[in-house]
């Protein structure tokens, strides 16, 4: 078998489009934008290329950016003296800080101290709890950007075996949930599981969250399976790569998403989506 490749830049494009669309409806009809304000503390390289494509993919569908960057060396209370204001404007719906920050600030403080209303990357705590709980809320948007390339090829998750690997609070445990929302019987895995190939190929979706680059290959798969790679890694030879062996696995599975161009353009275009959709729950519209 050879897998076909799931396109999560085609996907995106579409998914931006509509967003698009929606916003410049809610400027005709308000006079307004939706608005993203978009925190970078310090100079991490990787960082600062995740904050202009965010950006960039802001500007073309129509989102104002408010952009804040901040030196590595700005307090704690500074950076939650900012939250608190950005929390307090008007023209702002959402709110991102970009992760990992300095060692000296706490991520819980900062993500704590952004309002729920405008926690458009879903890190929040109340965002984390209505996800549990199966209630209206933004969701975190790498996870809630694969279920969006699981519908665009027809994947239904009810009474499949999932196994998603990983346990993180931004990907692994939210994709565990939103696949068990969906009636997946769902597995997680992590450093501690045993034997994880055999467990890895019980599963009809199998999701690497890993951050070990081409870790999974042929032999964690099933005949057949679904195989979406969420890592972000380098190979040997620097260049940026998945947790997924992709030309091991694609002879085995029957859908696999890239790297670069799967879940990773996804990502910003749920970012956008909750972005846009932050700015309509001010009028009353649901999110989900
Ligand atoms: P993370 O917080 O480092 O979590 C990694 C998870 O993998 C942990 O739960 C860890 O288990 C588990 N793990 C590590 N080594 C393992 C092994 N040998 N066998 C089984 N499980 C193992 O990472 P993350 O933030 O979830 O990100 C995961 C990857 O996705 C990274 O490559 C990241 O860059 C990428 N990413 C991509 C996007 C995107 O938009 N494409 C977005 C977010 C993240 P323990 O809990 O036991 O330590």
Known sequence: MTARLIDGKALAARIRAEMKAKASELLARTGRAPG???ILVGENPASQVYVRNKIRACHEVGIRSIEKYLPATTSEAELLDLIKSL????????ILVQLPLPGHISNIKVIDAISPEKDVDGFHVESAGRLLVGREGFRPCTPFGIC???DSIGFDCTGKRAVVIGRSNIVGKPMSIML?????????????????PALCREADLLVAAVGRAKMVDASYVKPGAVVIDVGMDR???????GDVDTAS????????????GGVGPMTIAMLIQNTVGAALRREGKPLN
């Open 36 to 38: 993203l304000a978009v």
């Open 87 to 94: 929390n307090e404007n008007p023209g702002v719906d959402g």
């Open 148 to 150: 969006a390339m699981l």
């Open 235 to 241: 190979d040997e030879n620097g260049k940026l790569c």
């Open 180 to 196: 068990l929302e969906r009636n997946a019987t769902v597995t997680i895995a992590h450093s501690r599981t045993k034997d994880l």
């Open 249 to 260: 696995v694609m002879e085995k599975a029957s859908w696999v998403t890239p790297v670069p």
